[in-house]
């Protein structure tokens, strides 16, 4: 039989304050909100899943899915047709994987991160051999956004 001993309880407070992804291992979680029958959310989605992400999602229709961007405080002008959380962030339209870990990983004073429209060539949007240019931005949380990544046409 094992003694509780102060070193073991202090380890054990230590070890709980700290993420519990570094502590398991495990993926990181995104939930997703799709916009009802959309085909570039379901492979945006499927996208995440083979890029090591644990991720759960539901649809939306219309005004519901509008009002949840707005919620977390994605602007309008820069939305697009999903949206998700994670880790208190959102992400907004077709954002590439490393995207999504480098805003973790650098954990910047941000509201989250988005790819407005639907750029083919993103995630989800076609052949990434044959995409056009697009940025990913970063929202900040008093809602200016700035280029977080440039990805040049292929």
Do not use: N
């Amino acid at each position: 039989m094992s003694r509780l001993t102060r070193r073991t309880l202090l380890c054990a407070a230590a070890a709980s304050a700290l993420p519990q992804v570094a502590l398991s291992g495990s993926a990181i979680t995104i939930h997703v909100v799709e916009g009802t029958g959309c085909e570039c959310c379901k492979q945006w989605t499927h996208y995440l899943q083979v890029s090591g992400f644990d991720v759960t999602h539901e649809e939306r229709f219309g005004t519901l899915l509008m009002q949840h961007k707005m919620d977390l405080g994605v602007p309008v002008e820069l939305s697009s047709c999903h949206t998700g959380s994670v880790d208190g962030y959102f992400i907004e339209g077709h954002v590439p994987a490393a995207d999504i870990r480098k805003l973790l990983q650098e954990r910047p004073e941000a509201r989250g991160i988005t790819v407005p429209g639907m750029p083919y060539g993103s995630p989800g949007m076609g052949p990434e051999s044959k995409r056009e240019a697009y940025d990913v931005l970063l929202i900040r949380k008093d809602g200016t956004s700035e280029v977080f990544t440039h990805y040049p046409a292929a």
